[in-house]
């Protein structure tokens, strides 16, 4: 969960910003030039770090099926402190020009890929370790470190702006956050480093070594997931559309939404996101445990139905202009979003078997990261530009819902499967 937070902590840090600083430091227009043209492109390059994510989660899952976990957690922890690092440095338009915003472009790729490898790292590392009766519980951890690093992010962000004018805010004070992503960064190393390596990994790599020692080869990961487990990469995938679209739509899209339509200060909504954060991360371990005793669909279905119907409450909430009425949105939006992302880690991580795990849940994850969450802040601005209502994004986050009620309604309960057998295999047999 450490690490995880700092991963996040650096993802979200970018995010934020992209909605608050990037469009006047990276973008500005000219004389006369729609504000909103700015924001687009800023989000845009938002989107560009979940179209370098399938490839982080390609590249990763394929070295983390054959060299272990542990090994890859370290690499993507490296690359991401790097990355965002070097934002905190970067010159802006007025300085370098073209420059600056191509640079910043190729960084967020970075960020990308190496967040593309996390997650799958993370999560199964955990799911791995433990007693398996309350899998759902212990692997919600490292799910806790996206709002753990969205507390950080919103817990600095937010007294820079307040505190620091304008001028200054946009000038030197979002570099603060950046920059002390290496603290951050440094700890998490020291955390990831002391982790073993995953037992039912290393039973798995155990087996694979008598196997080539007797002459039979594993395929490669990529190729096994694709031609074994298509509707596990399917389910994975559609699971992902709901909770994606919807977490970005709270924390993110809220930010543009408050400050475009509603025309309020950008100091208004970073401390509503600190409050649902908080309670979000509170809230995803019970989720996580309640996955254990009642099964992984039920909550995750719960939670589909949920965020597709409060999201028309939440653009209500938020036309209210009212501080704690936004709170109220924001939160409870997270809260229905954590019973989805409490009990994804174990239920992703039990529909595959141990040689390409980190290759499946890889691919399912963050192929669906391109389609939702990556162009989420993206189609729900053009959105409201082209209808001028947050009633057009709600109606979108509700197609969404109804993608991930169907895949997860149509799959198998998954809460009682043993990590050591092979999905797949047993799939074929019981047939």
Known sequence: MAGTTVEWYDFFLYGVAAALVFPTVFFPGG??????????????????????????????????????????????????????????????????????????????????????GEWGGAVLIVSEHGDPARRGFWASWPQAGAPGGQLLANGLLTPLAVVQDEATFLAWGWRIPFLLSAVLVLIGL???????????????????????????????PILDVLRRYPREVLTAMGARFAENVSYYIFTIVVTTYV??????PSSFVPGAVLIGAAVHFVTI????????????????????????LWTFAFFALLDTRDFALTAVAVTVGLVLHGAMYG????????????????????????????LAGGLAPIIAVALLTTFDSGYAIAVYVALCAVVTIVAVATYSETGKRDLEND???????AG
């Not at 529909?351 to 290759?359: C, E, I, K, M, P």
């Open 31 to 116: 004389p006369g030039a729609d504000p909103a043209v700015g924001v687009l492109l800023s989000l845009g390059t938002f989107a560009v770090g979940f179209i370098a994510r399938p490839f982080g989660g390609l590249v990763f899952g394929h070295y983390g099926d054959k060299i272990g976990r542990k090994t890859l957690l370290v690499i993507s922890l490296l690359m991401m402190g790097i990355a965002t690092f070097a934002i905190g440095l970067l010159p802006g338009y007025a300085t370098i020009g073209l420059a600056a915003p191509l640079l910043l472009v190729v960084l967020r790729l970075v960020q990308g890929f190496a967040l593309g």
């Open 423 to 429: 999905p797949a295999l047993t799939r074929r047999t």
């Open 259 to 264: 400050t475009t339509q509603l025309e309020l």
């Open 343 to 370: 009990p994804q880690a174990a239920f992703l991580s039990e529909l595959f078997g141990t040689t390409v795990r980190y290759s499946g849940v890889s691919i399912g994850y963050q192929l669906a990261s391109i």
């Open 190 to 220: 020291w955390v990831r480093l002391s982790v073993e390596e995953s037992p039912v990994f290393r039973a798995a790599q155990a087996k694979a070594q008598e196997r080539a020692a007797a002459g039979t080869a594993d395929t490669m």
């Open 285 to 308: 371990p019970l989720w996580g445990a309640l996955s254990d005793r009642i099964g992984r669909r039920p909550v995750y279905l719960f939670g589909a139905v949920g965020v597709g």
